[in-house]
């Protein structure tokens, strides 16, 4: 689905670097996520925004810094990362917060790698 | 918080075959979804089922909420359908989605 995009695709960095990744939906939703999908684990929920709002903090370090500008725009900032740190980050987004009704688009993922 | 497994862990198919994917999960729910990831990594929506059946040309799924679990039909595999496919779900009680562990299909020609 294209209507979730996510930049860089693929990010190498050291330890004592500092990156972002980005997102942006093209759908008119309301909430945005980041899952982290480390292998042979299921996703697990970093943070949720709801209309610009952080709604939820799964107990991520801090090393790991959201931002989310506008409703379509969703940065991860990354600094002082760890080598289990590497791991697929998926975004995702939904026309609300959850909810009986609400779906969820990801986007196609960063294949990140701390050395 | 809820647990949500899937079974089996893993499934090797020959192409043309069908398949049963099942998704427990131990509290209720207000909303289910399938996802299929392909092997580059993106996660695709199949289904949104709560409850009930539905189907989607060679796939569908049935929710048994009253009894918590959910299963993924496949019909007459394709090599296209490798991956992994998780069910998720958010419960009744919160406001997120929580992944189960996958089933890794590999479908062979």
């Known amino acids: 689905e294209t209507g979730v995009t996510q930049t860089p695709r693929h990010l190498v960095m050291g330890m004592t670097n500092k990156k972002s990744l980005k997102c942006e939906q093209h759908?008119?939703?309301?909430?945005m996520y980041w899952y982290k999908q480390s292998a042979k684990k299921p996703l697990e929920l970093m943070f949720v925004?709801?209309?610009?709002?952080?709604?939820e903090n799964n107990s991520v370090p801090s090393r790991f810094s959201p931002e989310c500008p506008n409703s379509s725009h969703l940065f991860l900032h990354l600094h002082t990362l760890q080598p289990e740190d590497s791991a697929l980050y998926l975004c995702?987004?939904?026309?609300?917060?959850?909810?009986?009704?609400?779906?969820?688009?990801f986007g196609p993922g960063t294949r990140l790698t701390v050395l | 918080g809820i647990q949500v497994e899937q079974s089996p862990p893993d499934l090797i198919l020959q192409e043309g075959a069908n398949s049963t994917l099942r998704c427990n999960f131990s509290?209720?729910?207000?909303?289910l979804q399938w996802f299929h990831q392909n092997p580059w990594g993106q996660l695709i929506n199949l289904f949104y089922?709560?409850?009930g059946t539905k189907q989607n040309g060679r796939l569908s799924a049935t929710t048994v909420a009253t009894e918590r679990y959910s299963l993924l039909y496949i019909s007459s595999s394709q090599t296209t359908d490798s991956g992994v496919y998780f069910c998720?779900?958010?419960?009744?009680?919160?406001?997120?989605?929580?992944f189960g562990t996958g089933t890794s299909l590999t479908v062979i020609p």
């Open positions: 509290d209720s729910v207000n909303n």
């Open positions: 089922i709560p409850s």
């Open positions: 998720a779900v958010d419960p009744t009680t919160g406001n997120q989605f929580y």
């Open positions: 759908l008119g939703h309301n909430a």
């Open positions: 995702a987004s939904s026309q609300m917060g959850g909810g009986a009704t609400d779906t969820q688009y």
């Open positions: 925004y709801n209309f610009k709002e952080q709604t």
